[in-house]
């Protein structure tokens, strides 16, 4: 590409013609749809649609996660300009990617939300394309899994977080980012048997059958090893998966609500969603990206860099 091509590339989130390629526009400048993609909610045409739920009502600790999916937005316009390292294609080329925008709803009306993050999340599946979303707090993946599951039935989980998130819930109506596994796995929409927590390094003596590898078990095989290890439990059942930032080390990942030492490094994340390649994934989400907390913006990155890897583990399989 051209240097002046480059230069007449701007805002390509709203002037791009072809919603495939890669992109060139200043990274530090233009629209920051998410990976310089196009901005629609018409979604006619398009494989996959990354969505925004900047929701932090559901936190035990610090807030913040509200600003999630703007941070990450910008932080992806650093990923447009080559293939992602590892893979031998890249998504933003061999699919047709939108940037739908995020979920509309009321900050006043905390139990309102549910049913309007669903209700977005079944729009986009409704118009054929998968989903990849940005959090948001670890809660919004309950009404996204809700509205999968309708479309796809029981679903597998692979879950990265230091924290299982399968707290009881008394009467299955709190909105919480620590009890949505349980409600999840008891309404029947993850099965247990075949789904696997990777990094947990908090206490929770019942795991509801969910497999554990927690995180000294990562730090004690190698990244090849624990994703094979995780293959074998998801096999090719519909998957979902879901990427905690807090699954990374503080040092890798400050900009969260919730942080315990010891979590994986960005280079065993890296390695073990590479090598989860050819799992039926279905769709996925990366949470709890807080950037109050992000002084340096290294968590924001990191999760652009999940959502890529999630978008390469879809498109790897639909190539
Ligand atoms: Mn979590």
């Not at 739920?53 to 932080?75: C, K, L, M, N, S």
């Not at 509309?104 to 139990?111: N, P, T, W």
């Not at 008394?170 to 009890?179: A, E, F, K, L």
Request: glycine residues 10%; hydrophobic residues 40%; aromatic residues 10%.
């Amino acid at each position: 590409m051209a240097l002046q091509d480059a230069r007449d590339q701007v805002d390509g989130a709203v002037t791009r013609s072809d919603p495939r390629g890669l992109n060139f526009e200043n990274a530090f400048g233009g629209a920051t749809s998410a990976f310089r993609r196009q901005y629609t909610k018409d979604l006619a045409g398009f494989d996959l649609a990354i969505t925004g739920v900047p929701f932090d009502q559901a936190v035990t600790h610090r807030p913040g996660t509200r600003f999630g999916p703007r941070a990450i937005r910008e932080a992806s316009s650093l990923q447009v300009f080559d293939p992602p390292y590892y893979w031998d294609f890249s998504p933003l080329d061999a699919f047709a990617i939108a940037d739908y925008g995020d979920v509309g709803f009321d900050y006043a009306k905390v139990s309102d939300f549910p049913a309007a993050l669903k209700a977005h999340i079944a729009g986009i599946l409704g118009q054929g394309a998968g989903c990849i979303a940005m959090g948001g707090d670890h809660y919004i993946s309950f009404p996204i899994l809700q509205a999968h599951a309708e479309k796809y039935g029981p679903l597998s989980l692979i879950q990265f977080d230091a924290h299982s998130d399968t707290w009881p819930d008394d009467d299955m109506s709190r909105v919480d980012h620590g009890t949505m596994f349980y409600k999840a796995v008891k309404t029947g929409i993850i099965d247990p048997t075949t789904s696997v927590q990777v990094g947990i390094r908090t206490v929770n003596p019942d795991t509801l059958g969910v497999t554990t590898i927690d995180a000294r078990a990562v730090h004690e095989a190698a990244p090849g090893e624990v994703a094979r290890r995780i293959k074998a439990i998801v096999g090719d059942r519909p998957t979902y998966v879901t990427f905690d930032i807090d699954a990374l080390d503080p040092a890798f990942a400050p900009g969260t609500g919730t942080p315990v030492w010891g979590g994986l490094s960005s280079g065993q994340a890296a390695a073990i969603l590479r090598d989860l390649a050819g799992i039926n994934m279905i769709g996925g989400d990366v949470v709890e990206v807080s950037p109050p907390y992000d002084t340096t913006g290294a968590t924001a990155i990191a999760g652009a860099h999940v959502v890529m890897e999630l978008m390469c583990l879809w498109g790897f399989t639909r190539r």
